[in-house]
T-cell receptor
Framework: DSGVTQTPKHLITATGQRVTLRCSPRSGDLSVYWYQQSLDQGLQFLIQYYNGEERAKGNILERFSAQQFPDLHSELNLSSLELGDSALYFC??????????????FGPGTRLTVL | AQSVAQPEDQVNVAEGNPLTVKCTYSVSGNPYLFWYVQYPNRGLQFLLKYITGDNLVKGSYGFEAEFNKSQTSFHLKKPSALVSDSALYFCAVSAVGYSTLTFGKGTMLLVSP
């Protein structure tokens, strides 16, 4: 158990809908990262937050947004969902500095299915 | 930009034999290199990392990796494979100036009894 929690574990929804995925980092970790894992795209970095502020952006669609709250939990919002958004979404956190040499600890993921 | 290549989609090895999972990288400056493992329906687990120092890095579950700067490689190795090592393995790279990891596509390791 990495100490990173994600809810829900599974989510099934329809095209055009909006969903929110939630992540709680390990105690004391200030950095939160979101990733999307699909069979065709592999593991893609979406966005990073550090202590409430956006730190880095990856291949995140404009229909997707995220935020990190004062208690350090983070939410990933996916809107106008398309079939191609079906994937595993992972959250990870890293030690307080969140620098390039620090390993990330991954949550169990949320499996999103868009029908 | 930084990138990682894992040239093998799948590696097959018999239990008890040594295993190697290959990784090459491209990055500006000195690399920070990582290996993660993913078991079915689970998140990624950190195995080991290279930041600086000794080129041979030891990690969890008996795995080790060798950093080779001239070949820009960071291959994962284990002297004696176990069936329970069967999983998806990811190599990742970062560097100074980057706060994020870039992952390879992953290599499926299958260890047969």
């Amino acid at each position: 158990d990495s100490g990173v929690t994600q809810t829900p574990k599974h989510l099934i929804t329809a095209t055009g809908q909006r969903v929110t995925l939630r992540c709680s980092p390990r105690s004391g970790d200030l950095s939160v990262y979101w990733y999307q894992q699909s069979l065709d795209q592999g593991l893609q970095f979406l966005i990073q937050y550090y202590n409430g502020e956006e730190r880095a952006k990856g291949n995140i669609l404009e229909r997707f947004s995220a935020q990190q709250f004062p208690d350090l939990h983070s939410e990933l919002n996916l809107s106008s969902l398309e079939l191609g958004d079906s994937a595993l979404y992972f959250c990870a956190s890293s030690v307080p500095a969140g620098g390039p040499g620090n390993e990330q600890f991954f949550g169990p993921g949320t499996r999103l299915t868009v029908l | 930009a930084q990138s990682v290549a894992q040239p093998e989609d799948q590696v097959n090895v018999a239990e008890g034999n040594p295993l190697t999972v290959k990784c090459t990288y491209s990055v500006s400056g000195n690399p920070y290199l990582f290996w993660y493992v993913q078991y079915p329906n689970r998140g990624l687990q950190f195995l080991l990392k290279y930041i600086t120092g000794d080129n041979l890095v030891k990690g969890s579950y008996g795995f080790e990796a060798e950093f080779n700067k001239s070949q820009t490689s960071f291959h994962l190795k284990k002297p004696s494979a176990l069936v329970s090592d069967s999983a998806l393995y990811f190599c990742a790279v970062s560097a100074v100036g980057y706060s994020t990891l870039t992952f390879g596509k992953g290599t499926m390791l299958l260890v047969s009894p």
